[in-house]
């Protein structure tokens, strides 16, 4: 069990220009969660999936977000046309079906928008 | 909607001294309480959790006492390290209703003077 990893660690992009983020959860863990931190705040939700479901958006996640978990492993969380509003952490955790509750987070990857 | 409030930052101590971050919350249900620590550089880590009213929780010599009647979830520490100095964060999770989301609170910064 390595926990859950992000990549990439850092990115810095123009705007204007699509980002796309991958999160690899725990290996046994059904649940994967998407989160948004910006400075000096606590993590937002954004998004979950149930395996490859995903069940779940909060209405910060705007028509240039989209995230997908094809295969019910690692998810992707793309973003078009990116703005400065964009510059955050984004986090991806995971957790058991059985214990959703308890969630695993990632390093998150921080998203520099110029 | 449900919420999580806790003590702005940042709290400076001395090594040794007391801690005490406040958290309040506010929730349908009956949610589950946690603490998260966020180290320089770091992801999130799970630091205690409770998931009933009277639970306490405690890790690493933190510790934190589900109140239901004053719903509030305060996290202390009887002596802190240098070490200890991190962001903390307060959070709820609120079961089948709220999808297992995790809702943070903004995070108190702590700095342990040696």
């Known amino acids: 069990d390595t926990g859950v990893s992000q990549d990439p660690r850092h990115k810095i992009t123009k705007r204007g220009q699509n980002v796309t983020f991958r999160c690899d959860p725990i290996s046994e863990h059904n649940r994967l969660y998407w989160y948004r931190q910006t400075l000096g705040q606590g993590p937002e939700f954004l998004t979950y999936?149930?395996?490859?479901?995903?069940?779940?958006k909060s209405r910060l996640l705007s028509d240039r977000f989209s995230a997908e978990r094809p295969k019910g492993s690692f998810s992707t969380l793309e973003i078009q046309r990116t703005e400065q509003g964009d510059s955050a952490m984004y986090l991806c955790?995971?957790?058991?079906?059985?214990?959703?509750?308890?969630?695993?987070f990632g390093p998150g990857t921080r998203l520099t928008v110029l | 909607g449900n919420s999580v409030t806790q003590m702005e930052g940042p709290v400076t101590l001395s090594e040794e001294a007391f801690l005490t971050i406040n958290c309040t919350y506010t929730?349908?249900?009956?949610?589950?309480l946690f603490w998260y620590v966020q180290y320089p550089g770091e992801g999130l880590q799970l630091l205690l959790k409770?998931?009933?009213?009277?639970d306490k929780g405690s890790n690493k010599g933190f510790e934190a006492t589900y109140r239901k009647e004053t719903t509030s979830f305060h996290l202390e520490k009887g002596s802190v390290q240098v070490s200890d100095s991190a962001v903390y964060f307060c959070a709820l999770s609120t079961g089948n209703t709220g999808g297992f989301k995790t809702i943070f609170g903004a995070g108190t910064r702590l700095f342990v003077k040696a």
């Open positions: 929730a349908t249900g009956y949610p589950s």
């Open positions: 999936f149930q395996n490859e479901a995903q069940l779940e």
């Open positions: 955790a995971s957790s058991m079906t059985e214990r959703p509750d308890t969630q695993y």
């Open positions: 409770a998931t009933k009213a009277d």
